[in-house]
T-cell receptor, first 114, second 112 residues
Framework: DTGVSQNPRHKITKRGQNVTFRCDPISEHNRLYWYRQTLGQGPEFLTYFQNEAQLEKSRLLSDRFSAERPKGSFSTLEIQRTEQGDSAMYLC????????????FGDGTRLSIL | QKEVEQDPGPLSVPEGAIVSLNCTYSNSAFQYFMWYRQYSRKGPELLMY????GNKEDGRFTAQVDKSSKYISLFIRDSQPSDSATYLCAMPRGGGYQKVTFGIGTKLQVIP
């Protein structure tokens, strides 16, 4: 069990550029979540996948955001035309369908918009 | 009113002290309760996961749930400098998956 892996750890980009983040969940977990965390706040739910199906999207996820999980393995989160307000830590978590299903988090991708 | 309320602190205690961290919630649909620890520039790490009202102990950590008052607590005994972190309470919704609502987090500093 290597845990949830997120890449890159830090992304700096200019306003208006597109960025893509990757998440590799724990291998036996079929559920995958994306959260956003800003300074001094708890993580806020963005979207959820069960296998390859995206089952829920938060209202926080504007049209500029898109997430995919092809083949139910890794997931990507893309932000188009980045804005200053997109600066945050983007966290990925995964959980199994069985048992308590508690979510295990990666160390996140910190996005800084210049 | 937020669904989950948590005092952001910061809370500063001497090494060896007993620490009490608390959250209140307003949504009766919350049935499961979790505590996460988050070190600076790291992701949240699951500490405790409880369902029932009452106490659950794991080493120096005790989670307490009072569903009638919608109040949960995390106690840390014999606190250590390595416990210095932000502690987040978290509550998943049911319905087949677990969209989690987090508290704002309480920043704890344990002074040697």
């Amino acid at each position: 069990d290597t845990g949830v892996s997120q890449n890159p750890r830090h992304k700096i980009t200019k306003r208006g550029q597109n960025v893509t983040f990757r998440c590799d969940p724990i291998s036996e977990h079929n559920r995958l979540y994306w959260y956003r965390q800003t300074l001094g706040q708890g993580p806020e739910f963005l979207t959820y996948f069960q296998n390859e199906a995206q089952l829920e999207k938060s209202r926080l996820l504007s049209d500029r955001f898109s997430a995919e999980r092809p083949k139910g393995s890794f997931s990507t989160l893309e932000i188009q035309r980045t804005e200053q307000g997109d600066s945050a830590m983007y966290l990925c978590a995964s959980s199994s369908r069985t048992g308590e299903g508690a979510q295990h988090f990666g160390d996140g991708t910190r996005l800084s918009i210049l | 009113q937020k669904e989950v309320e948590q005092d952001p602190g910061p809370l500063s205690v001497p090494e060896g002290a007993i620490v009490s961290l608390n959250c209140t919630y307003s949504n009766s649909a919350f049935q499961y309760f979790m505590w996460y620890r988050q070190y600076s520039r790291k992701g949240p790490e699951l500490l405790m996961y409880t369902y029932s009202s009452g106490n659950k102990e794991d080493g120096r950590f005790t989670a307490q749930v009072d569903k009638s008052s919608k109040y949960i607590s995390l106690f840390i005994r014999d606190s250590q400098p390595s416990d210095s972190a932000t502690y987040l309470c978290a509550m998943p919704r049911g319905g087949g998956y677990q969209k989690v609502t987090f508290g704002i987090g309480t920043k704890l500093q344990v002074i040697p």
